[in-house]
């Protein structure tokens, strides 16, 4: 089975400081996206990447930054972190296209709650 | 632009009930649709998946139908138990390698 982990379940940290989110999947997925979920707005796509060195912007990148320096690991960065970073984040993986990820789809892993004071 | 929505957005049954929940998407170009489980704090667990080719899909006491044609997707849920209790996120991949996530179903099953 894909396994995509997220190195932590629960974080605190203050304002201003630098946030990283770190993200691994072990089956040589070539896609791999971070999320934020809020109640009431559902899962929101911050960024993605098809390819190591590689990303592209989702729906809300502002103050996110990301780095894929290997295959199987994708990091999420808040440069400054700020309350309204306060949030369930996801990390997700994929085959790249055609009939890998039409077959297999997603895979999530298990969440990281960040809180930010 | 895809459209994904989920009706309704919450849902409380007695244990034992089957149930089904609705997930509808406005362009039927896509590769397949996904069924997720999301428990409270949680990540999401991927439970059925069908490709655009497929009709449905079956796990267990799960069965996800889905029809291109009028943009419409079931997940049947047969003798429900107070552990199926979750929220359900229905997802669909058009070609553009990006979910497409309805708003999810919160389901409570009361014992």
């Known amino acids: 089975d894909v396994k995509v982990t997220q190195s932590s379940r629960y974080l605190v940290k203050r304002t201003g400081e630098k946030v990283f989110l770190e993200c691994v999947q072990d089956m040589d997925h070539e896609n791999m996206f971070w999320y934020r979920q809020d109640p009431g707005l559902g899962l929101r796509l911050i960024y993605f990447s098809y390819d190591v060195k590689m990303k592209e912007k989702g729906d809300i990148p502002e103050g996110y930054s990301v780095s894929r320096e290997k295959k199987e690991r994708f990091s999420l960065i808040l440069e400054s972190a700020s309350t309204n970073q306060t949030s369930m984040y996801l990390c997700a993986s994929s085959y790249l296209s055609g009939q890998p990820t039409s077959a297999h789809g997603y895979t999530f892993g298990s969440g990281t709650r960040l809180t930010v004071v | 632009k895809q459209e994904v929505t989920q009706i309704p957005a919450a849902l409380s049954v007695p244990e034992g009930e089957n149930l089904v929940l609705n997930c509808s998407f406005t362009d039927s170009a896509i590769y397949n649709l996904q069924w997720f489980r999301q428990d409270p704090g949680k990540g999401l667990t991927s439970l059925l998946l069908?490709?655009?080719?497929?009709r449905e899909q079956t796990s267990g006491r799960l069965n996800a139908s889905l029809d291109k044609s009028s943009g419409r997707s079931t997940l049947y849920i047969a003798a429900s138990q107070p552990g199926d209790s979750a929220t359900y996120l229905c997802?669909?991949?058009?070609?553009?390698?990006?979910?497409?996530f309805g708003q999810g179903t919160r389901l409570t099953i009361n014992p």
């Open positions: 997802a669909v991949l058009p070609g553009a390698q990006k979910l497409v």
């Open positions: 069908i490709q655009s080719s497929q």
